[in-house]
């Protein structure tokens, strides 16, 4: 049973959902990152998504722009986020997830990157610029190293398409809750619920919900209709601040023990 199986048992048997959180590796820089990371995951954060930072990050809002740039402009690089990576796999079990576009991935070698993913302890890959009918060069290589493919499902995705997107699918699925780019919101303009339901009995695996996602309220609520959830932007919005490592860290602790505890049914 994979990291990531084990998971979503856990949390099943613990009676509340996954909470997934999205990080810009690099923002402000590697070595807090890697702080934030070990804090997140004992404050109550299940699976951790590592966001590679790129130049032309076209799925996601200002937040994680400026995050990616500022990460870039510090000289963050594939091979130093794998790094940080294995050490953080030396300190917690919970799943991590390479969150990247697929530029980056072909640049690196994707049979290279499978394989050193596998080897540090690094669960999956969700590549947001891969469609459908890209994947299949990728499920060999993702196969051979034990490594998942996240699926990412759009608000606009027909029932049809969304079936065949999950059908082969391992580890969890994305849904997105919001047309757009990523980026905190205080609520949504169309309730997800009956998409996430609707998809659930699709998937053979969990499905979790982002996008959006700002407070414990509306955690709670989007909740209720999925396995879990992904924030992002909100917290790397604390990243962003004007402030001292410690107290960037101390605030990501204390947001995702709000969130975390918001989960639990």
């Given at each position: 049973?994979?990291?990531?199986?084990?998971?979503?048992?856990?949390?099943?048997?613990?009676?509340?959902?996954?909470?997934?959180?999205?990080?810009?590796?690099?923002?402000?820089?590697?070595?807090?990152?890697?702080?934030?990371?070990?804090?997140?995951?004992?404050?109550?954060?299940?699976?951790?998504?590592?966001?590679?930072?790129?130049?032309?990050?076209?799925?996601?809002?200002?937040?994680?722009?400026?995050?990616?740039?500022?990460?870039?402009?510090?000289?963050?690089?594939?091979?130093?986020?794998?790094?940080?990576?294995?050490?953080?796999?030396?300190?917690?079990?919970?799943?991590?997830?390479?969150?990247?576009?697929?530029?980056?991935?072909?640049?690196?070698?994707?049979?290279?990157?499978?394989?050193?993913?596998?080897?540090?302890?690094?669960?999956?890959?969700?590549?947001?610029?891969?469609?459908?009918?890209?994947?299949?060069?990728?499920?060999p290589i993702m196969h051979?190293?034990?490594?998942?493919?996240?699926?990412?499902?759009?608000?606009?995705?027909?029932?049809?398409?969304?079936?065949?997107?999950v059908e082969d699918a391992?580890?969890?699925?994305?849904?997105?809750?919001?047309?757009?780019?990523?980026?905190?919101?205080?609520?949504?303009?169309?309730?997800?619920?009956?998409?996430?339901?609707?998809?659930?009995?699709?998937?053979?695996?969990?499905?979790?919900?982002?996008?959006?996602?700002?407070?414990?309220?509306?955690?709670?609520?989007?909740?209720?209709?999925?396995?879990?959830?992904?924030?992002?932007?909100?917290?790397?919005?604390?990243?962003?601040?004007?402030?001292?490592?410690?107290?960037?860290?101390?605030?990501?602790?204390?947001?995702?023990?709000?969130?975390?505890?918001?989960?639990?049914?």
């Amino acid at each position: 049973m994979s990291r990531i199986e084990k998971c979503f048992e856990r949390c099943a048997a613990e009676n509340r959902k996954a909470l997934v959180m999205y990080v810009t590796a690099g923002c402000p820089d590697l070595q807090t990152t890697e702080q934030l990371i070990n804090g997140i995951t004992a404050a109550g954060a299940d699976i951790i998504e590592l966001g590679v930072p790129f130049s032309d990050p076209m799925a996601d809002g200002p937040t994680i722009q400026v995050s990616s740039q500022k990460a870039l402009d510090a000289g963050t690089e594939l091979k130093d986020i794998l790094a940080m990576g294995g050490r953080i796999r030396t300190k917690t079990e919970a799943p991590m997830i390479l969150f990247s576009y697929y530029n980056v991935i072909l640049a690196y070698g994707t049979e290279r990157l499978a394989a050193e993913c596998a080897a540090l302890g690094i669960d999956g890959w969700l590549i947001v610029d891969v469609p459908l009918e890209e994947r299949d060069e990728l499920l060999p290589i993702m196969h051979q190293h034990n490594l998942s493919l996240i699926p990412l499902i759009a608000p606009t995705t027909p029932p049809e398409r969304a079936a065949k997107i999950v059908e082969d699918a391992s580890g969890f699925v994305y849904y997105i809750t919001v047309k757009g780019v990523t980026g905190a919101r205080t609520s949504f303009k169309e309730d997800p619920a009956k998409k996430l339901a609707t998809l659930r009995k699709l998937s053979p695996v969990p499905v979790v919900a982002g996008f959006g996602i700002s407070t414990p309220e509306m955690a709670a609520e989007t909740a209720k209709n999925a396995d879990g959830i992904v924030v992002g932007s909100a917290l790397v919005k604390l990243t962003l601040q004007d402030k001292s490592p410690e107290q960037i860290i101390k605030e990501s602790i204390e947001f995702v023990s709000n969130l975390a505890r918001a989960l639990i049914k």
